[in-house]
């Protein structure tokens, strides 16, 4: 069993989370690792906190992943991403394929079956478990976390050009539920940087109230296994060389997906100023490593600003927690 500190983020008011693509019409529903470690390193220096010169706080966080409170005294469900790499089992009732092709989130429960060894519904009494993307023997709600469009307006600064409609998606989540993730390492920077990101919000439009939350605390025990030549990751990883990745590629069972990470700058009076781009590896992705400790590097996204003096660094924490997974 390890054992790991949770950070729960209960939302009082809506959240816009933009993707890549920078379409307000869809949000994401939850929040990667970096995006969140870059709001904690905002506030920390808002409060006048020397950030170090790497950009290292001193410790690790996973992305952040749904859960779901019936009330305050209840236990919270946890929900974890499906590890890319596993074996589907044949499935006598063909038409619940389409059910478990959905299947994004595993409870603790099937999480830990699954890291283990197990395969995926190879007992098909757990297809009765699924709930939308989520597979959990526990009585959730289906629609603990929706959606709704709302329809905006740009207005022109200058006044000089008419009025641009739009539409922006926003996420809410029922009483209690939320997103959590857990972390390594020294606490005390990122408990003080969270008491004041939750009155200042996280995603966009925060200016309006959108992204409010509070955060409460919480221990998780997941049974790992003891020997395994793979491991998952539970953040965004950015590999720390080539060296690194090319043993991490080697053997069998490895699978990964990446994204582009990027975006606008945040800093007046630069923000029509792109910030540079890498590629990191998402959640879920499996490699090859005995080792389950924090892999990873932070990397400074700062671009070339002609004619600007533009000096401060802009972190992206490519570090992530691992965990070791058995593959089936």
């Given amino acids: 069993m390890a054992k790991f500190k949770v950070y729960k983020l209960h939302f009082k008011t809506p959240l816009h989370l933009g ?28 409060m006048g906190n020397d950030i170090p010169q790497d ?20 236990n919270a469900n946890y929900f974890f991403p499906k590890p890319l790499k596993q074996t589907m089992p044949k499935l006598k009732d063909i038409s619940k394929a389409k059910d478990v092709k ?41 629609d603990f976390i929706s959606s709704q469009v709302f329809p905006r307006v740009t207005v022109s600064r200058s006044g000089q050009e008419d009025a641009k409609p739009f ?11 939320g997103l959590f993730f857990i972390v390594q390492g020294e606490t ?63 053997g069998e069972n490895v699978a990964y997906d990446f994204v582009r990470r990027g ?10 100023y792109r910030k540079n781009a890498v590629y990191a590896f998402l959640p879920g992705s499996v490699f090859n490593n005995r080792s389950s400790e ?18 401060h660094s802009i972190w992206r924490n490519g570090k992530a927690i691992f965990i070791p997974i058995t593959s089936s």
């Fill in 19 to 46: 993707d890549e693509r920078d379409d307000y019409s869809i949000s994401l529903k939850t929040i990667h690792s970096d995006t969140m470690y870059s709001a904690l390193i905002s506030s920390l220096a808002k």
């Fill in 55 to 74: 950009g290292d706080l001193g410790f690790t966080i996973s992305s952040l992943f749904p859960f779901y409170q019936e009330n305050e005294e209840s």
């Fill in 102 to 142: 959905k299947v994004l989130w595993l409870d603790k429960y099937y999480f830990e079956k699954i890291i283990n060894g197990a395969t995926l519904f190879e007992d098909e009494e757990s297809i009765t478990c699924i709930k939308g993307e989520y597979l959990t023997e526990a009585n959730i709600e289906k």
């Fill in 167 to 177: 539409y922006m998606e926003k996420i809410f989540f029922t009483d209690n539920s």
């Fill in 188 to 250: 005390d920077l990122l408990e003080k940087a969270l008491n004041l990101l939750q009155h200042e919000g996280i995603g966009t439009d925060r200016n309006v109230g959108n992204g409010f939350f509070e955060y409460t605390t919480d221990e998780i025990e997941i049974n790992l296994p003891k020997d395994s030549v793979n491991i998952m990751s539970l953040s965004l990883f950015i590999p720390e060389d080539q060296q690194q990745l090319v043993k991490m590629f080697e």
């Fill in 263 to 272: 975006g606008w700058i945040t800093t007046p009076p630069y923000n029509t």
């Fill in 294 to 311: 924090t892999h990873g590097k932070i990397v400074d996204l700062k671009p070339e600003i002609e004619h600007a003096n533009f000096s």
